[in-house]
């Protein structure tokens, strides 16, 4: 009897996605012809930052690994794995940028690969039994060989412990910058930062907001798991790994001077500008200009200052979730920074008006309600704008 063909997805999903992303699915193909462009070519590496750059870029973007990795979760309405996806592809993007800025970083990045293999082994070891390795056929001259080679470069990743005690440790990464102040130091990148990785950091790391989000609040105030699909979350995920495949090939034009990439890339950035609306700010100029980074903030504001227009809605509630790390409520201040005065909601716990930018009653912060634009560039970090409870 011939087994039944498995079906790993959820098809009535599909037509869902199709319908709400069909001019992305129009123009997919541009992206893959702009791909192709940057990365299936012959060149030479002549440095290491310069095979850093590309195969990060590859991982990203070659045969859309990471992106049709969110494509696919997406999808199929799987917006928190989505954004779980693209935590991982933020990084990679934003290191690739700060290489390419900082070149003579790349040797560290390629040496600290020893210190991650020396921590395998050592952790492998602790917890199977010191002959672990050698019994499954790995030769001991082979793990000596890693072990000489981490020596080698032990001393570029030691950090001092405490200045005191005159003690230090291994360092945990290959740079002493976290992921914040790395994207900063990676140019027009870091402005992604709230979408591609404070908000999906959330989901992908064990906290209390990953499983609060998924909590949906029935009459009498019983609480219920939600495990229907997250339609929002993956419109963001969706949107924000887009703008990073502009970057992957903006990095890779300009790092190689791919001058056969400028039209395809000036193509791609329109198709974005398309897909998910358009705005006033972001001018033919700007895009002959072809300038990715200028674009995201343009885009960022325009959406902003379109919104306003529109004026805020005051449904009670919506749009507010339970959100304690101070990047949010940065990005709170950010998104209604201006003090306009009708952005205004209704606490949800203590029903009762509150200005943005202001404490309400019950000790609660309080956001703006925006009106459904979910794809929009600034939908992403808007919801960055949570309330928090007391």
């Given at each position: 009897m011939k087994p039944p063909n498995p079906i790993f997805g959820i098809p009535e999903r599909w037509e869902h996605f199709a319908n709400s992303h069909a001019l992305f699915l129009e123009r997919r193909p541009r992206l893959e012809e702009a791909a192709k462009l940057a990365f299936t070519r012959e060149d030479a590496i002549s440095?290491?930052?310069?095979?850093?750059?590309?195969?990060?870029?590859?991982?990203c973007a070659e045969d859309f690994e990471d992106f049709m990795e969110i494509l696919l979760l997406c999808g199929n309405g799987y917006g928190v794995g989505a954004l779980k996806i693209l935590r991982?592809?933020?990084?990679?993007?934003?290191?690739?940028?700060?290489?390419?800025?900082?070149?003579?970083?790349?040797?560290?990045?390629?040496n600290f690969y020893w210190v991650e293999r020396h921590r395998l082994v050592n952790a492998i070891k602790a917890?199977?039994?010191?002959?672990?390795?050698t019994n499954h056929g790995v030769p001991q001259a082979e793990i000596?060989?890693?072990?000489a080679k981490f020596h080698e470069v032990r001393e570029q990743f030691i950090e001092p412990l405490c200045k005191k005690c005159n003690t230090n440790r291994l360092?945990?990464?290959?740079?002493?910058?976290?992921?914040?102040?790395?994207?900063?130091?990676?140019?027009?990148v870091g402005q992604l930062i709230i979408q591609g990785y404070h908000l999906p950091t959330r989901q992908a790391h064990s906290t209390v907001v990953a499983v609060l989000e998924r909590l949906q609040e029935l009459e009498g105030g019983v609480d219920t798991f939600n495990g229907g699909p997250q339609y929002d979350?993956?419109?963001?995920a969706l949107l924000t790994a887009h703008m990073l495949m502009l970057y992957v090939f903006e990095l890779q034009k300009e790092h190689f001077n791919l001058n056969a990439l400028e039209e395809p890339l000036q193509k791609c950035v329109q198709d974005f500008q398309d897909i998910w609306g358009s705005a006033p700010p972001i001018t033919t100029q700007l895009l002959i200009r072809g300038s990715v980074g200028t674009m995201a903030r343009a885009i960022n504001w325009a959406r902003y200052d379109r919104l306003k227009a529109q004026g805020h809605s005051e449904r009670s509630g919506a749009g507010q979730a339970w959100a304690g790390a101070a990047a949010e409520r940065r990005a709170h201040h950010w998104l209604v920074g201006r003090r306009d005065p009708s952005a205004r909601t209704r606490c949800r716990r203590s029903r009762s008006p509150c200005p943005a930018l202001s404490v309400g009653a019950a000790g609660t912060i309080c956001a703006p309600t925006w009106p459904n634009t979910s794809r929009s560039a600034v939908s992403?970090?808007?919801r960055s704008a949570m309330a928090r409870c007391a």
């Amino acid at each position: 009897m011939k087994p039944p063909n498995p079906i790993f997805g959820i098809p009535e999903r599909w037509e869902h996605f199709a319908n709400s992303h069909a001019l992305f699915l129009e123009r997919r193909p541009r992206l893959e012809e702009a791909a192709k462009l940057a990365f299936t070519r012959e060149d030479a590496i002549s440095a290491p930052v310069d095979a850093v750059v590309f195969f990060i870029g590859r991982l990203c973007a070659e045969d859309f690994e990471d992106f049709m990795e969110i494509l696919l979760l997406c999808g199929n309405g799987y917006g928190v794995g989505a954004l779980k996806i693209l935590r991982g592809m933020y990084e990679r993007v934003v290191t690739a940028w700060y290489l390419h800025r900082h070149p003579e970083k790349a040797e560290a990045f390629l040496n600290f690969y020893w210190v991650e293999r020396h921590r395998l082994v050592n952790a492998i070891k602790a917890v199977f039994g010191g002959d672990f390795l050698t019994n499954h056929g790995v030769p001991q001259a082979e793990i000596d060989k890693h072990e000489a080679k981490f020596h080698e470069v032990r001393e570029q990743f030691i950090e001092p412990l405490c200045k005191k005690c005159n003690t230090n440790r291994l360092s945990g990464s290959w740079t002493r910058l976290d992921m914040v102040a790395l994207a900063k130091k990676a140019g027009d990148v870091g402005q992604l930062i709230i979408q591609g990785y404070h908000l999906p950091t959330r989901q992908a790391h064990s906290t209390v907001v990953a499983v609060l989000e998924r909590l949906q609040e029935l009459e009498g105030g019983v609480d219920t798991f939600n495990g229907g699909p997250q339609y929002d979350k993956a419109d963001e995920a969706l949107l924000t790994a887009h703008m990073l495949m502009l970057y992957v090939f903006e990095l890779q034009k300009e790092h190689f001077n791919l001058n056969a990439l400028e039209e395809p890339l000036q193509k791609c950035v329109q198709d974005f500008q398309d897909i998910w609306g358009s705005a006033p700010p972001i001018t033919t100029q700007l895009l002959i200009r072809g300038s990715v980074g200028t674009m995201a903030r343009a885009i960022n504001w325009a959406r902003y200052d379109r919104l306003k227009a529109q004026g805020h809605s005051e449904r009670s509630g919506a749009g507010q979730a339970w959100a304690g790390a101070a990047a949010e409520r940065r990005a709170h201040h950010w998104l209604v920074g201006r003090r306009d005065p009708s952005a205004r909601t209704r606490c949800r716990r203590s029903r009762s008006p509150c200005p943005a930018l202001s404490v309400g009653a019950a000790g609660t912060i309080c956001a703006p309600t925006w009106p459904n634009t979910s794809r929009s560039a600034v939908s992403i970090v808007r919801r960055s704008a949570m309330a928090r409870c007391a």
